[in-house]
């Protein structure tokens, strides 16, 4: 009696694994192929930066003498800043806001260090960090798409105004018109920089393809298809096949 239950337990089991395997192979996903445009781009990290930027250092050493500015505080064009003993009254070159004071009055500064630094807040550019297989395609006016990761769903416009290298990185000026006040210098954003663009090809998911191949549903049959894999975006991959068009379903490999 107990190796009857036995074997029982043990069809139960057979049969209960073979159910969650037909379910779970049931329960593949699919794709359209779709025709229409994509654009390939270049990604990057980059980081917030002021158009306007003002840093004193001080020429010798000095004792400080008089502030009259605060950190964070906004400051007008020609408003005084600071003075040192025996030497003339700094003042601000424009409109922005201080964002580092380290010293206090009476403190003494030595040469070349920095006593003031100053930012324009609201004219703001990105500096992005690029790999020089990336930076190879990148060129003066390409558009550049901008997002935060703390805005999801938000995106904006850009432009590469130069690429230069810095020491041994290769770094891409982006202007850009409609961040909001929010977003300050010292912020890291993700870029992509479009490169090239295709018009009415195929498009598949980047994952559907496999060394290679995709695997097209059609009549109830899988069958593999070789495809020839063009330009590509984050997501999304060009192909070029004999034996695909719009409309045909790919399978997505979970």
Do not use: C
Not at 143 to 161: A, C, I, P, Y
Not at 173 to 198: C, F, Q
Not at 219 to 241: C, F, L, N, Y
């Amino acid at each position: 009696m107990k190796l009857g239950l036995g074997i029982l337990a043990v069809l139960l089991a057979l049969a209960l694994g073979f159910g969650v395997w037909f379910w779970s192979r049931n329960q593949a996903q699919f794709a359209e192929v779709k025709q229409g445009s994509l654009k390939e781009a270049v990604y990057g990290i980059g980081t917030v930066d002021s158009d306007q930027k003002f840093v004193w250092k001080s020429p010798l050493t000095h004792t400080l003498s008089h502030i009259h500015v605060v950190e964070g505080q906004l400051v007008k064009a020609d408003q005084p800043l600071f003075q040192v003993m025996d030497g003339p009254l700094i003042r601000a070159p424009f409109v922005g806001t201080v964002t580092r004071l380290p010293y206090n009055r009476g403190e003494n500064i030595f040469q070349n260090t920095v006593v003031i630094e100053i930012q324009n807040l609201t004219k703001r550019h990105i500096k992005a960090t690029l790999e020089q297989q990336g930076a190879l395609r990148v060129k003066k006016g390409a558009v550049t798409v901008v997002s935060f990761e703390n805005l999801r769903g938000q995106k904006f416009s850009g432009v590469v105004e130069s690429l230069y290298p810095q020491g041994d990185q290769f770094v891409a000026r982006i202007s850009t018109h409609d961040l909001p006040e929010a977003i300050i210098p010292g912020m890291t954003a993700d870029v992509a920089i479009e490169v090239a663009e295709k018009k009415n090809v195929l498009i598949v998911p980047a994952r559907s393809v496999v060394n290679g191949f995709v695997t097209k549903v059609s009549g109830g049959h899988r069958i593999k298809v070789p495809v020839v894999v063009g330009i590509m975006d984050h997501d999304t991959v060009e192909v070029a096949s004999e034996n695909l068009t719009a409309g045909d379903q790919v399978m997505l490999p979970r």
